[in-house]
């Protein structure tokens, strides 16, 4: 009778309290970045199981949600040099922060200002036709926290990572 009680006892607070997950066993399925200005409702959602890019409401976005009318395949575009993600978005990384600026598939790119921390700022510039390229925050630690003038997203203001870990986080490459 008392190991049936513990038994029960123990079920109850797994399921009551469960037990994150370490840090290297979370799920990279994808990832949600969500408006900053205010009153702006959108999210950009990056699905690495579908490789796809979109637009859904902050309010309800889901990385499992199905790729609407707002949404275009990528390209993981990487080597061993640089991580890459072609398509709506273009963010290109070295692997090796010391670079200071870099060029890659069209992209010219530059860090900007002193690191903080583990993070830097990065501003790239495009060779293409109507594109003015982008500017993100990376975190060797966390991956890319936040992106700005994106094709995806567009220039009316950035995106914020929502969660701990963004694209090309340590072992949740696209």
Excluded at 42 to 47: E, L, M, P, Q, S
Excluded at 78 to 100: H, Q, R, T, W, Y
Excluded at 129 to 151: A, D, E, I
């Amino acid at each position: 009778m008392r190991l049936n009680v513990f038994c029960v006892a123990a079920v109850i607070s797994l399921v009551a309290f469960p037990v994150p997950n370490a840090h290297g066993t979370e799920k990279c399925n994808g990832y949600i970045y969500d408006a900053i200005n205010a009153g702006d409702n959108r999210a950009v959602v990056v699905n690495r199981v579908t490789r796809d890019v979109g637009i859904q409401d902050k309010r309800d976005a889901r990385v499992d949600a199905m790729p609407g009318d707002f949404s275009a395949s990528y390209e993981d575009c990487g080597n061993e040099v640089f991580f890459c993600l072609a398509g709506p978005l273009d963010i290109v990384i070295p692997k090796s922060m010391p670079m200071k600026q870099w060029q890659y598939r069209g992209l010219s790119c530059k860090r900007i200002g002193e690191p903080e921390g583990d993070a830097i700022r990065v501003t790239c510039s495009s060779s293409r036709l109507y594109h003015t390229g982008t500017s993100f925050t990376y975190s060797r630690s966390r991956g890319v926290l936040s992106f700005g003038n994106s094709r995806v997203g567009g220039a009316r203001g950035g995106f914020a990572l929502r969660g701990q870990r963004g694209l090309f986080s340590p072992g949740c490459n696209p």
